[in-house]
């Protein structure tokens, strides 16, 4: 019996000592990778807006009062008194923002029920949009510090048939947005 327990001592022993070699041998091909790095990030803003300064009337009509140019907004008022005067002006939208921007829709609102007597339209990069057409083809990226021109024209049109001239003052609240975002990639 003091046999088999020296062999069974002498199997531990080697059993041991195979864990151990086996042990350093997995350590000698093993390796840690290791990647370090750093990221700065700098400031950016989102800042697209009327330019005040470019605001020219361009039409045979002028505004009622100064028209007020806040930022993001536009207002003016217009008396249109017969068919074949025009209002128009140009303003420049200007990116002061570090992210570039792209416009991706015009919408134009404020014509229903005077359709036959009012135009309203806005003309950008040479092609007239109104509230049928408001997708923009031909978008360029604007840039940081870069402008785009937009003309605002407010028509009074003879209609066809002269019953559909309206019969009493009309105010129409006229509403041009402009949708500006990041340019896709």
């Keep these: 019996m003091e046999k088999r327990i020296s062999y069974s001592g002498i199997i531990i022993i080697l059993l041991v000592v195979a864990v ?8 000698t091909f093993s390796a840690n990778l290791t990647i370090n790095g750093t990221a700065s990030i700098k400031k950016a803003s989102w800042d697209v807006a009327f330019d005040e300064g470019s ?16 930022g993001t907004s536009v207002t003016y008022e217009v008396t249109l008194t017969e ?12 990116n002061n923002g570090t992210i570039d921007a792209q416009l991706q829709e015009i919408t134009l609102a404020g014509t229903t029920g005077h359709e036959n007597y009012l135009k309203f339209e806005v003309v950008y990069n040479g092609t007239t949009y109104d509230q049928a057409s ?8 604007l840039q ?17 048939n002269p019953d559909d001239l309206p019969s009493n003052n009309v105010q129409a609240t006229l509403t041009a947005t402009l949708v500006y975002t990041e340019p896709s990639a």
């Excluded at 151990?20 to 350590?27: D, K, N, R, S, T």
């Excluded at 068919?83 to 939208?93: I, L, N, R, S």
């Excluded at 408001?134 to 990226?141: G, I, K, L, M, Y």
């Design 20 to 27: 151990v070699i086996m042990a350093i041998g997995f350590a």
């Design 55 to 70: 605001y020219t009337q361009t039409g045979d009509i002028a505004a009622t009062g100064t028209p007020s140019i806040n």
């Design 83 to 94: 068919p074949g005067d025009v209002f128009e002006f140009t303003v420049d939208v200007i």
């Design 134 to 141: 408001n997708t923009v083809a031909d978008a360029t990226v």
């Design 144 to 160: 940081s510090t870069q402008t785009e021109e937009f003309t605002v024209r407010v028509s009074y049109v003879a209609p066809e």
